[in-house]
């Protein structure tokens, strides 16, 4: 039988597919592989948002931190200057000898007591 209708709303007849082609779950191209559900570049796509590159992985890790509180409860960056053990490892000064935190990148202010109070964002301080 003879299609009907006009040649250019026809589609061409896809003399390439074959029954046992698969198609991308993601975008819906042709793949020739039954082995994977998504095309090269979807599973691309899908492995970074995972943490997989071509060239390794992203993990997370724990590392333990040092949290120093003054006598009355309260948190501290530092609890002697003469001992790096007694400080927050993340503990900077700027250009203008200003202790800032390595982490936030903040200004670190010192209490009436001379005690150095966490900056708001505080990685270790933060409830």
Known sequence: ?????????????????????????????LLRDDATDYCPDCQRERDEINGIYENGTEETATIRLGKFRTTDGRGTCMLDPAHDELRCPLLRANAEGIPVCGWTGSDIIADASGYLRPCLNCPIHTP
């Open 1 to 29: 039988m003879i299609p009907q209708g006009r040649h250019e709303d026809m589609e061409p007849p896809d003399c390439n597919r074959r029954d046992d082609d698969w198609f991308c779950e993601q975008c819906g191209s």
